[in-house]
C-alpha cells in the first residue's frame, strides 16, 4: 500500500525557517518524480517544487525560487522541503506527492500544515 | 505560465442528475509529438487531499467510478459526472502538466441540491 507520510508543519514567524518531511512506503521511491503541492486555507491548489527520482534536476514555482529547496535521500525514502525567508503568504497545507510519468500526480499524503505568524 | 479557467466555481446538482465543468487553458497543453493531452482533473472531498480522477483528459484512473468521464483537447476540457452521487459531493480541480509550473483551475465546488 502506498504511503506518503508529512511532518515538520508548524507556527514560525515570518523570516524564519521550517524543514518538512515526507516518508514514503509501498513503492519504489527512487524511480518517481516527487512534488510538493500546497492549499492556503480555503483557497485551491498551488504547486510548490518537484524532484526527479534521482534528484539531478529540481525544479521550483517562481513564488518560492531562493527561499525553498527540494532534496530526497533515497536511501530513507523520504522527500524534503527547507523552507527559508517564510511570509504569510506561505501559510498553508504542504502536501507531499507521487508523480508518474505518462500519468500525473497521483497520489498525496494527508499534508502538514505550516502557519507563518508573529 | 498557463493559466486554468474552471466554470462555473459552483453549482447545486439534484442526485442521479448529470454534472458539468469547464476547464479552459490559456495556452494549449496538446503535445503534437505523441498527440496527448497533459491534463488532469481531481476531486477534494473536504478535508481530504486530492483524489485524482483523470489523466490525460479522458483517462480514469483505476478505480475511479465510470460515472466520471473526461473529454477535450488543446484548450477546452470538460469533466462530465454522469449520474450525481450523494459521495461526489467536493471540490473539482483541472490542472495542466504540460510545463512547469503546472497550474490548477481554481476549483468547482459540487454540492446535492
Known amino acids: 500500500e502506498v504511503q506518503l507520510v508529512e511532518s515538520g508543519g508548524g507556527l514560525v514567524q515570518p523570516g524564519g525557517s521550517l524543514r518538512l518531511s515526507c516518508a514514503a512506503s509501498?513503492?519504489?521511491?527512487?524511480?518517481?518524480?516527487m512534488t510538493w503541492v500546497r492549499q492556503a486555507p480555503g483557497k485551491g491548489l498551488e504547486w510548490v517544487s518537484s524532484?526527479?527520482?534521482?534528484?539531478?534536476?529540481?525544479y521550483y514555482a517562481d513564488s518560492v525560487k531562493g527561499r525553498f529547496t527540494i532534496t530526497r535521500d533515497n536511501s530513507k525514502n523520504t522527500l524534503f522541503l527547507q523552507m527559508n525567508s517564510l511570509r504569510a503568504e506561505d501559510t498553508a497545507l504542504y502536501y507531499c506527492?507521487?508523480?508518474?510519468?505518462?500519468?500525473?500526480?497521483?497520489?498525496w499524503g494527508q499534508g502538514t500544515l505550516v502557519t507563518v505568524s508573529s | 505560465d498557463i493559466v486554468m479557467t474552471q466554470s462555473p466555481d459552483s453549482l447545486a446538482v439534484s442526485l442521479g442528475e448529470r454534472v458539468t465543468i469547464n476547464c479552459k487553458s490559456s495556452q494549449s497543453v496538446l503535445y503534437s509529438s505523441n498527440n496527448k493531452n497533459y491534463l488532469a482533473w481531481y476531486q477534494q472531498r473536504p478535508g481530504q487531499p486530492p483524489n485524482l480522477l483523470i489523466y490525460l483528459a479522458s483517462t480514469r484512473e483505476s478505480g475511479v467510478p465510470d460515472r466520471f468521464s473526461g473529454s477535450g483537447s488543446g484548450t477546452d476540457f470538460t469533466l462530465t459526472i454522469s449520474s450525481l452521487q450523494a459521495e461526489d459531493v467536493a471540490v473539482y480541480y483541472c490542472?495542466?502538466?504540460?510545463?512547469?509550473?503546472?497550474?490548477f483551475g481554481q476549483g468547482t465546488k459540487v454540492e446535492i441540491k
Open positions: 506527492a507521487r508523480y508518474i510519468m505518462g500519468s500525473t500526480i497521483d497520489f
Open positions: 490542472q495542466q502538466y504540460y510545463g512547469t509550473p503546472w497550474t
Open positions: 509501498g513503492f519504489t521511491f527512487s524511480s518517481y518524480t
Open positions: 524532484i526527479t527520482g534521482s534528484g539531478g534536476n529540481t
